[in-house]
């Protein structure tokens, strides 16, 4: 599957996932199980308004100690069925569990989903063993031994060949096979033979018809075609009168035959998402059904058929054009899921009281604005979703549903939840995200059960310290509030294990001790360390931050620097301009006699020092911008943008150096118009200090004043940051970091270790904790590390041979005392800050990017059904493609086809170019080859790494068009990602092409990209509406477990809701 070589390691797969391992960070191909219509990508690192992973879907290389538990379960209980599959426990196992094993008694095994890629011949030990189901499992072959399986009845397994499997397969009473993915444009008539065939899954293939052999296949009891492209139905299919299950999803029918209606055994029909115009009144003859799909069917009414099928126990009708429902619908008491998502319903019939059975009522998206009264008669409701709508209040009657387990009220208009919200003590998951709540109920302290609670996107100010009381909550979504403080309860929920709190002014904690990751997850464990040391160490406040001067090369920034120290600083006209990043200390009395620390940061401003800033302009602090009016060269937008997108938006001030009084204008109202941390523009003329006295003044009003300032920590940690401070080395050994903070208090590694983290991200020190090399080194003085960088960017041997560098040259570079016994460190230091990459195969040679050639190489490219992505930037910063070249450098073609601002990349045939145009602000993705769409998502996936390293990064992901004159062009028209999703969740399937004037299929347009359901951050980051993902996936997690109950019979209710939530998901 992958080269050994490859930085992109595959974990596990399986028909349904595909979950890599990519520098270290991971991210999943995910399909629906049963199938659906889309694919899933799960990214980690997080969505933006993030998603709350459950913390057993993990891939483990030894078992799962939750496997591991239901093995032992069934051991001791005796269990004569087991399902371990992955849509079951959440969890991939790339191996069969030899505990496994020794389970005599098993009768039934599930293994659905796995990425187990061998069956060991030790499972012939399950001697009374009769149905094992491998659907999903990619095995390369069925192993031998199963013939050997004398008891074996039942086989469920994947075939990916257009060969059929070994002939002793048909020894089998019951065959279930799956072809799902296996691009069959036709099926094999080998199948024929295959008498013992119950159930033959073919979706999401490209077959356009179906045979009329098919109809031999008389013992079939499930056929699913869904997703595929078939127009019409062949006649002789009447003959599988033994089907209780019929999958016709996204099928492209226009129209259901009449002969359908002789299937009268089923149970199971789901024919959503097609272009249905009508149903046929025959389908009230389906009288056994308990299920149906009608979903995406185009329905603006029902038809009184329905009331015929008294059986039915879920129905779904989400995402049509239905404004009413009959009070009839009422009359099959039966149901117990029913699903109303996306309508257009603006109220519900008082008959619907009547449903007393239903345990799961969806009501998402659709125009509510009250609810009814009726709706707390329904006693059994374990699931009410009504996100979407348009509440402004809810009934208090709505507490005495208090079977709910999942309770959804997002995206409403709700300013307050009802006072006796705590009465619903079942409840596990509740969501309250995007709405307008200021304060939370008393009542919710009364939730113990409550595991996931999403509060994300509200005006909450201030939160009750009662949340401390929740000890069942694991997941919490605080984000897009205005929390300016923690409450130290929240230290108490011992099972927090995801915390996110994106986008709130919070002082308390210090966000360096939160460690919030770009998309907002905190590190929980500093988190409760911080209040438990607090207590234990007492607490001292901090008045320290960081000044960074920037500006062009020769601007005065250094002058400035010296004169800020010292006013009396005379001018050296021979003064050399800095050198990377220079690194001073200055202090001055607050007005309360408080001593205020500055750390004075003096950037290097040659052009190339630009791509290595994003490394030190860190948030929460103080940005000083110098241009020299004499010159008049400064970029105002390009500094004011590059604080703004490193920073957070931290404050800026523009300071006019006006060399022999030159004075030159800026149009200081329409930066402030555009960047709304530029705080003011002051003058002086360095040589004679006229202006220096105001500008002294308004950088320490504005120093002082960030909002960190005065942060309580804890006494222990100030006291060691001081003596750290006082220490003139350079670095220490990890193991003189750790006996220091032994004398000054530290009795526990993981408060040692939280210090130098946090003195890391406020960029006083530098510890990398995660780097195996780096992590026993704490270096006490970054400009340190910052001058051995630069000394190699800037030495001319390496500029000459355009960024390639040997050890042999670092030993020469490096050669003083200082930097001498450190080297390898140092190198290292270079590869974490991305700056540069060894050469594969080139053992000990390296190259930095932002030294290569400007000139593009000439190279063969075959411009033939080419995948072209592009991304377009409302500001492109420096470095993106720098970057991106050190993460792809192991498939750069040749180590030979990359210059500065561009790449040719190749895998498993598969070529792809990479090209950034700064001054269109535009980098550009071209693939060709054989396998192009995988070879694009891993490109997307990197790129979509990079984008989230910047903050507010605004971006457009284009996407180019299929039409007939637009398909194969290197020139077609290109739509925006963000607007296609938009017009999907509008219900508008069809958009325009700007060249040819055809109608295209907006559906078409994002598969022929990324195969049927691709969707990185990159597609749709700038609109935000797809990223609230956690209290669903807690859901599903539930719904998993409760399936797990049920063994290999799992209702089918419970089977449409998990595909429905993983549909969602997307």
Known sequence: MMSTQSPYLPISSSPYSLHLLVNQAEFRVQYPYPPRRQILLILTPRPLCPSFKSPAEVTMSQTHPHILRRIQEAKDKKLETLDLSYRTTGIKLSQVPPELCELNQLKQLDLRGQAVAVLPEAMLSLQNLTHLDLRGVALASLPNWLKKAKSLNSLGFWWRKPTPPAEWVQKFGCLQLEFYGTYLTSLPNWLIQLNNLISLDLHGNGLTELPNWLAQLTNLTSLSISNNKITSLPDGLAQLINLTALELRATNLITLPDWLVQLTNLTSFSISNNNLTSLPTWMGQFTNLTHLDLSGTNLTGLSDWLIQLTSLTSLDLSYNYITTLPSWLAELHSLTVLDLRGNKLTALPNEFAQLINLTSLHLSYNSLTTLPLWLAELHSLTVLDLRGNKLIKLPNELTQLTNLINLDLSNNKLVVLPSKLGQLTNLTNLDVSRNKLIILPDGLRNLTNLTALDLCR???????????????????????????????G???????????????????????????DSWGKA????????????????????????????????????????????SKYQLDQHLA??????????????????????????????????????????????????ADMRKEDTDFHYWLNVVSLLSNNSPLLIIKNEKQNRQFEINEPQLRGQFSHFKATLATNLANNRGLAPIVDNIKHYISHLSHVGDALPKTWVNVRQALERDPRPYISLDTYLELCRQHGFKRLEDKLQLSDYLHDLGICLHFQSDPLLKQTVILKPQWGTDAVYRVLDNDQVINNFGRFTLDDLAAIWHEEAYARKRDELLRLMINFQLCYEIPNSRGAYIAPQLLTKIQPTYPWDETDNLILRYTYDFMPKGILLRFFVAMHPFIADQAQVWRSGVVLVKDETQAEVIETYGRREIRIRVAGRHKRDFLTIIAHEMDKIHRSFNRLKYQTLIPCNCDQCRGSQDPHFYDYDRLRTRLANQRYEVECDKSYQMVNVRSLIDDVTGGGYRPDSFGHSSGEDRIRNIKQRRLQHLKEKAAQYGLSVPSEIVMEIDDLEDELK
């Open 458 to 488: 509200n005006e909450l100010i201030i939160l009750p310290n009662e949340l401390g009381q929740l000890n069942s909550l694991t997941a919490l979504n605080l984000s897009y509030n205005s929390l300016t403080a923690l409450p130290d």
């Open 490 to 516: 929240l230290g108490q929920l011992i099972n927090l294990k995801a915390l996110y709190l994106y986008e709130n002014p919070i002082l308390t904690p210090p966000l360096e001790v939160l460690g919030l």
């Open 523 to 566: 590190n929980v464990e500093n988190f409760r360390n911080y209040f438990r040391q607090l207590q234990e160490a007492g607490v001292e406040n901090l008045y320290e931050a960081k000044l960074l001067i920037i500006g062009e090369a020769g601007a005065g920034k250094t002058t400035l620097v010296n004169k800020i120290i010292n």
């Open 577 to 626: 301009s800095t050198e990377g990043i220079d690194v001073v200390k200055w202090s001055f009395d607050m007005t309360d006699g408080q001593i205020f620390r500055v750390n004075i940061w003096d950037f290097g401003g040659q052009e190339i020092y630009h791509a290595t800033h994003q490394f030190f302009l860190t948030k929460r602090s103080l940005y000083v911008l110098v």
